[in-house]
């Protein structure tokens, strides 16, 4: 098997798996219970909370546990809607975001925000300038991600940043969730105000995930309930998975300092090589974009198509993103970069991690150059 969809989820790691099961069966009791197992547990919870802080490069408290991505960019940008409602109701994102970042502007439009989505240009990319001039006396929150997870675009955050940090009152939000464990980003330096990051993208495990949240920022929780994560997230937490994810970014981050030039390779070769087929179209720009994510389109081919057809050969790759492949509808992504319908409906998405190997590159390279024979075969 060659597993070419990490963008989806990635394998979890043996050692995170064993740990998430030593502390499961040592460490069950709830952290917020007052006896001594319940404290064991709550010092765990801690340390995890640390050492996810220091890999971050934050602090602690600022580290806020949830179920992962979709629930930290939720909390982010809704719990800033009505925490600082006061202060004005226009919101601004990118016309390429994740479905859970654009669908909660599109709810919180239902409760009386105003929101802009400002436009990318044909490599997915935001321009700076265009957000700051969509910044208002009401703007409140600009939430744009690092790392598009489609085509792997890396948006200029640092750029972004400085231009929210001479606006005051305005919160910058960064989905990190393709980024973490990837891609470096100086929280701190760019200015970030919320990042968000799940387990299951650098080899942790699904139901995990967080938000950093800088020192100052008051958030309105998504969750009511109890007081748990300093208020900001109700329910009882998941020491499990929380130690477990830390393990997870620790080790991604060593993956990453041994074998980013490996993966760059890997990408270069697959690149130039679908660059070489007359009859594919690769979406992702050649530069400044991420080393594990690659898309590409076969116009006449249905990307579902393809895809089902790789994995008779026991290969994996993917469509649009994981949480809107089984929609069967084109990239809202490609279709915000002002590619055709033809094109958009026929992409492809291969995405890797640090664990695949230019041997594996060889092989699905190679399968996809027949496939794209023998389906053209067919449908001609």
Do not use: W
């Amino acid at each position: 098997m060659i597993y070419f969809d990490n963008s989806a989820t990635t394998k979890p790691y043996k050692e995170v798996l064993e740990s998430f099961i030593k502390v499961s069966e040592e460490f069950f009791g709830n952290p917020s219970s007052l006896h001594g197992i319940g404290a064991k547990t709550e010092r765990l919870l801690s340390q995890a909370r640390a050492q996810i802080a220091g890999l971050l490069g934050v602090d602690p408290e600022e580290i806020t546990f949830t179920s992962g991505g979709t629930e930290s960019n939720n909390l982010a940008i809704k719990g800033t809607a009505f925490a600082y409602k006061n202060r004005g109701r226009h919101l601004i994102t990118t016309a390429s975001e994740h479905a859970s970042v654009r669908e909660s502007m599109l709810q919180l439009e239902k409760h009386g925000f105003s929101v802009t989505f400002v436009p990318v240009d044909r490599e997915g990319r935001v321009n700076p300038e265009d957000i700051r001039k969509s910044i208002t006396d009401e703007t409140i929150l600009v939430s744009v991600m690092h790392v598009n997870n489609e085509v792997g675009t890396i948006q200029p955050i640092v750029e972004i940043g400085e231009i929210v940090r001479s606006y005051p009152k305005v919160l910058f939000h960064v989905d990190g969730v393709q980024g973490a464990g990837k891609i470096p980003l100086d929280l701190k330096k760019a200015g970030v105000d919320m990042y968000t990051f799940s387990a299951h993208k650098f080899h942790g495990l699904k139901g995990s995930g967080g938000l950093y949240v800088k020192k100052g920022v008051k958030l309105k929780p998504v969750l009511s309930g109890g007081s748990q994560e300093r208020g900001q997230r109700g329910g009882t937490e998941n020491p499990a998975g929380a130690v477990a994810m830390a393990k997870a970014l620790r080790m991604s981050l060593d993956k990453q300092a041994q074998r980013f030039p490996v993966l760059l390779d890997i990408r270069k070769f697959l690149i130039e090589g679908l660059r070489e087929l007359d009859c594919i179209i690769v979406n992702t720009p050649a530069e400044g974009a991420a080393p594990h994510i690659i898309n590409f389109s076969v116009p006449g081919i249905k990307s579902e198509t393809f895809v089902h057809a790789l994995e008779e050969q026991d290969i994996y790759l993917s469509t649009t993103s994981a949480c809107s492949s089984k929609k069967k509808s084109a990239s809202k992504t490609l279709l915000a970069m002002g590619v055709t319908e033809a094109v958009a409906g026929s992409a492809v998405r291969i995405s890797l991690s640090f664990e695949n190997t230019m041997e594996e590159a060889v092989e699905v390279l190679k399968e996809i150059e027949k496939t794209v024979s023998r389906l053209g075969r067919v449908l001609s």
